[in-house]
């Protein structure tokens, strides 16, 4: 079974990455940009055919290594 | 008095760690391996030194808090043994939770490798004891991913509890509070992102740093 894990930084969590894009984003001409927030995607393939299984383990592994939940929140996509 | 330095594949600042700590404490600390799951008898005090751990992977220090030998290193912290996060060896502190808060890119988005000049903000700790606070010295820092990010009532809680152990004087890297270094509740451990151990030899341009290799000789020989 395939997850894919989104990680993002927090709402109101200064992300410089994400304020760079813009800034290159809004220079190409995208003016209509308000914001960029930059996170990232793990693809996670389990041997686990049980979805909920499957996605307590994903959990668990963004609890403990994945996202740092200080500044992170993550969700989970799984895929059959 | 023992000491040891714990080495990850990609630590760059191991060797300078060993000789500022050889040079304080008359004695070469132990190189540890993070694959090792235990750490050598008796130890006083163990440093995490600077690098770019596993690449800086995923996220600075987040792989390298999850070696084998970190387990071995909460365990001897949560006992009260000193430990010393220098640079890198901060980002995996934060990341096991040892310390609060934790370290992301610089607000600039540029690493910086400069001497910055830094505030001793407190005396009171192993680390800090042979300083006077308020004291300015000057320390290098070379990172990337230095902006300590904690929030309002973190920051105003570690000042209440006297655990901001440096702050910077012009924060170069957007850190919360302008915070350079922060202690332990019970302030055994420390983690900074300047360098001291680049900085406690003539040789190397500057002493600024060898107060803080004093200091921890000090509570070694008290302890």
């Not at chain 2, 030899?201 to 004093?214: I, K, S």
Request: proline residues 5%; charged residues 20%.
């Amino acid at each position: 079974m395939k997850i894919r894990v989104f990680i993002t930084l927090k709402a109101g969590v200064l992300d410089p990455q994400g304020k760079a894009v813009l800034q290159a984003l809004s220079a190409m001409g995208f003016d209509q940009l308000r914001d960029v927030r930059q996170g990232k995607v793990i693809e996670l393939d389990l041997d686990e055919s049980d979805p909920e299984k499957a996605a307590a383990a994903a959990r668990e592994m963004c609890e403990r290594l994945l996202a740092n939940t200080v500044i992170e929140d993550y969700t989970l996509d799984i895929q059959q | 008095m023992k000491s040891a330095v714990i080495v990850f594949p990609g630590s760059n600042c191991d060797r300078d760690m060993a000789m500022a700590l050889a040079g304080a404490l008359g004695h070469a600390p132990r190189m540890v391996w993070h694959k090792d799951v235990s750490l050598p008898d008796g130890l006083d005090l163990i440093a995490i030194p600077g690098g770019f751990s596993f690449g800086d992977y995923l996220r600075c220090g987040a792989i390298a808090g999850r070696s084998p030998i970190m387990r071995a290193v909460a365990d001897f912290a949560n006992r009260g043994g000193l430990v010393l996060g220098i640079c890198n060896g901060f980002q995996v502190l934060c990341e096991t939770g040892l310390l609060p808060g934790t370290l992301m890119r610089n607000s600039g988005l540029k690493f910086i490798c400069k001497t910055v000049r830094l505030t001793v903000e407190t005396a009171d700790s192993p680390f800090t004891s042979a300083y006077d606070a308020g004291q300015p010295i000057d320390i290098p820092v070379a990172h990337h991913d230095g902006n300590y990010v904690a929030s309002d009532a973190l920051v105003q809680r570690l000042r209440d509890a006297d655990r901001i152990a440096f702050s910077y004087q012009d924060n170069p890297n957007g850190s919360s509070g302008n915070i350079a270094g922060v202690l332990s509740q019970n302030r055994r451990v420390l983690g900074m992102m300047p360098h001291p151990e680049r900085r406690a030899d003539p040789d190397l341009g500057g002493t600024d740093g060898r107060a803080l290799f004093q200091s921890l000789a000090k509570a070694l020989i008290s302890a």
